[in-house]
């Protein structure tokens, strides 16, 4: 997928106001507008104006934006990095109605078809209830597994008083409930929007995701570890200690074991309602064949075992 400049398509520096931005995509529309417009590729510029100006226009579609768009020129090949608009707090919670064949592949992977996550509820009432706030934040397995208590830093767009868009950053105290799996959310009541008049103020949502983990992969509420294994303790058994997110236990490993085995810890996975399981996956490990009594021992084998490993598979 191609990267696309915004800034370029629409003519304006990166530190434009958000006046500059309104004005060139005005100038640009009457040039392009296909009714009217007798330029070369018109229609397709116009297009692409219409998806840039549908992000800069909008001071946190920018502002996430803008924290990849450094990164890339145009021209180059694209795949946003995974979880990149976390710690970005944005207002509403779902996404603009639109015609998704207006945007392209490159705005979808960022924003979803036809919406971003900074979409706009729509305008008050007098008196009326604070917009709800929405966020992305990652957390330790080892913190959905024990529950804990973490200070947790979210980045705010805000316009400054010349138009430019800034980054506030505000932390909360927040509670991760025990057995919490990827994708549920945490309510902050009250921390989202103030209020109209006397309306209260909206409520914050915290999705939850879980960030990498060096053992640990993750299922919902099933975790996965691969366990490195010797060749003798895969046929002839054995025990191994394995690392848990609860603390160390003893797992056997029956006689026999090929690689790739899952072996079944139940409930040993998030600690939800129902608890998951922990899937351990053997990998068979070679011991190096970099001296010469482990070659001779290799030779060995290959003389006194009888084993092909791709029977089955032809000559």
Do not use: C
Not at 116 to 121: D, E, F, K, N
Not at 144 to 170: K, Y
């Amino acid at each position: 997928m191609e990267f696309k400049d915004y800034y370029e398509i629409m003519g304006v520096k990166r530190d434009a106001t958000q006046d500059d931005i309104k004005r060139a995509y005005r100038k640009l529309a009457r040039k392009y507008h296909p009714d009217v417009s007798k330029e070369a590729r018109a229609e397709e510029r116009f297009k692409e104006l219409g998806e840039a100006y549908e992000v800069l226009k909008d001071p946190e579609k920018r502002a996430a934006y803008d924290q990849l768009g450094s990164n890339w020129k145009s021209g180059q090949e694209f795949r946003p990095p995974p979880d990149w608009d976390s710690g970005f707090e944005f207002r509403g919670g779902g996404f603009t109605p639109g015609d998704s064949a207006a945007f392209s592949e490159f705005f979808e992977s960022l924003f979803g078809r036809g919406g971003s996550p900074g979409a706009r509820a729509g305008a008050r009432a007098f008196h009326a209830r604070g917009e709800d706030h929405h966020a992305k934040v990652l957390i330790d397995v080892e913190d959905a597994f024990n529950g804990a208590t973490r200070v947790i830093t979210l980045q705010v767009p805000e316009l400054d008083a010349q138009g430019h868009v800034r980054m506030r950053e505000r932390s909360l105290n927040v509670k991760i409930p025990k057995g919490i799996k990827p994708g549920q959310q945490i309510r902050l009541a009250g921390q989202g929007a103030p209020g109209v008049g006397q309306g209260g103020s909206g409520d914050l949502y915290l999705e939850v995701k879980f960030k990498p983990h060096a053992l640990f992969r993750f299922e919902g509420s099933d975790l996965y570890l691969d366990l490195p294994v010797a060749p003798w303790e895969a046929a002839l058994g054995g025990t191994a200690k394995v690392r848990t997110p609860g603390g160390v236990v003893d797992l056997t490993i029956p006689a026999g074991s090929a690689g790739g085995r899952k072996l079944r810890l139940k409930g040993r996975g998030i600690p939800a309602s129902p608890p998951g399981d922990l899937y351990v996956v053997l990998k068979i490990v070679l011991p190096p064949a970099d001296t010469e009594q482990a070659k001779a021992f290799y030779r060995e084998m290959q003389d006194k075992l009888a084993f092909n490993p791709r029977v089955g598979m032809g000559d």
